[in-house]
């Protein structure tokens, strides 16, 4: 999943070492297909690793911007 692949990079860029599941632990929250003008094909997701949601845990959930000009 590449959303997680980029929560894993995000929290590695900001310093915190703190260990995240595995890209395949993680799960889709939502999707957001945004129509912007000028922005045509962008999306918002926002991905948690699955024992988080279990446990309601909704800190480490990450948001990711993809736009496909």
């Known amino acids: 999943m590449?959303?997680?692949?980029e929560a894993k990079d995000a929290?590695?860029?900001?310093g915190d070492a703190t260990e995240l599941p595995a890209p395949e632990e993680w799960v889709l929250l939502?999707?957001?297909?945004?129509?912007l003008d000028g922005r045509e094909g962008s999306t918002l997701h926002w991905v948690i690793p699955r024992q988080d949601l279990?446990?309601?845990r909704f800190d480490r959930a990450?948001?990711?911007f993809?736009?496909?000009p």
């Open 66 to 68: 993809f736009w496909n």
């Open 54 to 56: 279990v446990e309601r």
């Open 62 to 64: 990450h948001v990711s």
């Open 30 to 35: 939502a999707q957001w297909d945004i129509g």
């Open 2 to 5: 590449d959303a997680a692949d």
């Open 11 to 14: 929290r590695r860029f900001r």
